[in-house]
């Protein structure tokens, strides 16, 4: 008889016995078997049950009564784990569920179980495992996920508000129109396409006439909603996305024109000055009726001789100030060429 065959005496079972308990104990396990025919509790988890509050009696002796105290969103998930471990899906059932504690609150557990002998000609029948405590653990989870939530709702509440901030840091906040940095930035990258590519632009140059005038015979209100209005009739002439219209002084607009020549530019304008001339005043009827705008405006294009958007805007500013000579409400070009 070889030491295999030796037949293991009492004290060596009370011995295993011992020790098995020992690193079950020290480990936070709880044994039991189920008899997989019957559907029978042949062991039960009885530390398990004692810790959710039940007593000896209560605790369940069929594998359907523990279905009953695993909370309902998790019973599929575990019956699916058992069912993966019986048809050989799995090399172990593992699974994390809550169950039912006397007093009604929810208590995480995991599982970890195997078909002891599933060897035998009838596929096996006793499914062992163990179950242990794992609520801390889920709650330190669950309080993460919730944070990492929150940390995503800020992000993207910050992100809204820089993009909010983006809008204001280029927007001019009397007319919505943008500012005078996004048209100082928009001219000098399509100046520089332009160069690059040969293609055209052009610049306008806007400013109302006589607008102390204006302010200081209907009122400031009245001079502010003047602009606005100035404001929605340029927006109606220029291509969106493509022109950058921009109030760039007090009384001043300018519209940045890609691909467009001298000839467009100035009928453009033309048309333009003539809208505003004949643009009716918002406001109460009576309140405004008599109040008419005008507008000087200088145009300038694409040519050789403009070594950046600054020096096409300098000679835009002539072009204005040529308009103004000539007494107002018009349009003066530069001419390439001119100095
Ligand atoms: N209502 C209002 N007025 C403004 C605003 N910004 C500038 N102004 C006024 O615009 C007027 C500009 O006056 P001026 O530079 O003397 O020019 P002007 O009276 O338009 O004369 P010309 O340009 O020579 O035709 C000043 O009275 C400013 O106070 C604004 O945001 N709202």
């Given amino acids: 008889m070889?030491?295999?065959?030796?037949?293991?005496?009492?004290?060596?079972?009370e011995v295993i016995r011992e020790r098995l308990e020992l690193a079950?104990?020290?480990?936070?396990?709880?044994?039991?078997?189920?008899?997989?025919?019957?559907?029978?509790?042949?062991?039960?988890?009885?530390?398990?049950?004692?810790?959710l509050g039940y007593s000896e009696a209560e605790g369940a002796a069929l594998v359907e009564d523990i279905f009953r105290i695993v909370h309902p969103d998790d019973v599929d998930l575990l019956k699916t784990a058992v069912a993966d471990h019986l048809s050989g899906k799995t090399a172990q059932y593992r699974s994390e569920f809550r169950v039912k504690a006397k007093n009604g609150t929810w208590i995480w557990y995991g599982n970890y179980g195997r078909i002891m002998d599933a060897g035998k000609p009838d596929g096996g029948r006793r499914l062992i495992g163990v179950t242990f405590n794992i609520h801390e653990?889920?709650?330190?989870?669950?309080?993460?996920?919730?944070m990492n939530r929150q940390l995503q709702d800020q992000n993207q509440l910050l992100e809204?508000?820089?993009?909010?901030?983006?809008?204001?840091?280029?927007?001019?906040?009397?007319?919505?129109?943008?500012?005078?940095?996004?048209?100082?930035?928009?001219?000098e990258s399509e100046f520089h396409r332009a160069h690059r590519q040969q293609t055209g632009l052009s610049l306008l140059m806007l400013d109302v006439d006589?607008?102390?005038?204006?302010?200081?015979?209907?009122?400031?209100?009245?001079?502010?909603?003047?602009?606005?209005?100035?404001?929605a009739v340029c927006r109606l002439s220029v291509r969106h996305?493509?022109?950058?219209?921009?109030?760039?002084?007090?009384?001043e607009f300018g519209i940045v024109l890609p691909q467009v020549n001298l000839d467009e530019a100035f009928n453009m304008a033309e048309r333009l000055r003539r809208s505003v001339a004949e643009m009716p005043m918002p406001g109460e009827?009576?309140?405004?009726?008599?109040?008419?705008?005008?507008?000087?405006?200088?145009?300038?294009?694409?040519?050789?001789?403009?070594?950046?958007?600054?020096?096409?805007?300098?000679?835009?500013?002539k072009a204005l100030y040529l308009a103004k000579q000539s007494g107002r409400n018009t349009v003066r070009a530069v001419q390439q060429g001119s100095p």
């Fill in 24 to 51: 079950l104990e020290a480990a936070g396990l709880d044994l039991w078997e189920n008899d997989l025919i019957s559907g029978v509790v042949t062991k039960k988890a009885s530390k398990v049950f004692a810790e």
């Fill in 285 to 317: 009827p009576g309140e405004f009726d008599q109040l008419r705008c005008s507008v000087s405006i200088g145009v300038v294009s694409m040519s050789e001789q403009w070594q950046s958007f600054e020096h096409m805007l300098q000679h835009a500013d």
């Fill in 137 to 146: 653990r889920k709650c330190r989870e669950q309080e993460i996920e919730l």
């Fill in 241 to 251: 996305q493509v022109d950058t219209l921009a109030r760039i002084g007090g009384e």
């Fill in 160 to 187: 809204r508000a820089n993009e909010q901030l983006l809008t204001l840091a280029i927007t001019d906040s009397l007319t919505g129109i943008y500012n005078r940095r996004k048209f100082i930035e928009a001219g």
């Fill in 210 to 231: 006589n607008f102390k005038e204006v302010n200081d015979t209907w009122g400031h209100a009245a001079g502010d909603a003047a602009l606005r209005a100035i404001a």
């Fill in 2 to 13: 070889n030491a295999v065959d030796k037949p293991i005496s009492n004290h060596e079972t």
